[in-house]
Structures are given as structure tokens and as C-alpha cells.
């Protein structure tokens, strides 16, 4: 009988700001998480994202590499930051040359589910619950949809 790989779950190589909490489990590896930040449970942060200072990730959310979060923002539960767009068809895999980056401004609001394509979001914008931001967000307000149009 085959026994699988086991490998754990962790906070591994981690910069912390100051007064930082997190709920485990997590995996949260190679990455900066400024002061006064709040972490929840089931959050996987990937090595090169760096969050700025009092950022909350909720529960159940996926940061990907190559990902900056600036400060006051909030990531509701269950958001996914994506790296890779596929872009000769298929899946990057390890390629990581291929992956694209994320930048989000400051008091950036995403609300539960949405997914975030690699983009520039600009600060003071509220993307709303199940949103897909698929394009660069430049103007400050409140996105909503699929492909994420601003609303007001």
C-alpha cells in the first residue's frame, strides 16, 4: 500500500509588524504582514505578498504570490487572488515567469467571493460580494459583476 505525502500547515518565514493576529490554521509563508493586521482561519498567504498595516483577511481567503495589499483594506471571506491568466492557453505551472502581480491600493474593500485577476486597483474602492475584477481599477468607487463594473 502507498502511503501519501504529508507535508503541515504553518507559519513559516514570516515579517510581522507589530501586534498582529492570527486564527490557525493558516499557511502563511515567505511573506510581510504589517502592524496591527488580523489573519483569520483557513487563510493560505504565499511567499512575496506584502500587507499593509491594519489589513484584516477573513476566513478561507487565497493570496497568491506576487500580491501587495496596501493598508486599512479588507478581504472578506473566501477571496481568491489569482497569478496566472492562462495566457498561452494553459496553466503556467512552476513558470514562474508567466504569473503576473496584484497591486491593491489603500482602504480597498473586497467583499466575500469575489476573485481578483492580476490588476492595479487604485485606493478608496469597494469591490463588491462574488465580483470579478478582470481589468485595472483606476477611479475610486463601488464595483459590482462579472466582469466588476463601477456602480457609483
Known sequence: MNEPILKQVGIVDVVFGAS??????VNVYGCEIGANCFIGPFVEIQRNVSIGARTRIQSHSFICELVTLGE?????HGVMFINDTYGSGAPAGGDRTKWKSTVIGDR???GS?????PVRICADVVIGAGAVVTRNIDESGVYIGNPARKVR
Open 20 to 25: 498582529v493576529t492570527i486564527v490557525q490554521p
Open 72 to 76: 486599512d483594506c479588507v478581504v472578506a
Open 108 to 110: 480597498v474593500y473586497i
Open 113 to 117: 467571493n469575489a476573485t481578483i485577476l
